[in-house]
Nanobody
Framework: QVPLVELVGGSVQTGGSLSRSCTAS????????VGWYRHAPAKEREAVAV???????LYADSVKDRFTVSKDDSKNTLFLQMNSLKVEDTAMYYC????????????????WGQGTQVTVSS
């Protein structure tokens, strides 16, 4: 089963909001640790959020207090709500299973699919 990425808007102006969701197959989804990372051209990949099996949420400093990660284990679905978006948030965003340490700094992120573009314009 191919992971599905549902788009809810791909571009927005600075200060706007976007949301993303991903649904994975049973064999792909790992309820113990899931997360999002992003990759912008000419920049290193950046893990932005993880969500542990007990509901603990960790965020990169660059998105803290602006992004919110959530999930629905019954539907193998991961969500990312992005508020107060900045131009520097422009990137391809990937949902992922996280192995190893369940943190944004030490986790190993395994993407579910090809990612989805988020573009923030000034």
């Amino acid at each position: 089963q191919v992971p599905l990425v549902e788009l809810v808007g791909g571009s927005v102006q600075t200060g706007g909001s976007l949301s993303r969701s991903c649904t994975a197959s049973d064999s792909t989804y790992n309820s113990f640790c899931v997360g999002w990372y992003r990759h912008a051209p000419a920049k290193e990949r950046e893990a932005v959020a993880v969500l542990t099996g007990v509901g603990r949420k960790l965020y990169a400093d660059s998105v803290k207090d602006r992004f919110t990660v959530s999930k629905d284990d019954s539907k193998n679905t991961l969500f990312l709500q992005m508020n107060s978006l900045k131009v520097e948030d422009t990137a391809m965003y990937y949902c992922a299973t996280v192995t190893g340490a369940c943190t944004t700094t030490h986790g190993q992120f395994r993407p579910w699919g090809q990612g989805t573009q988020v573009t923030v314009s000034s």
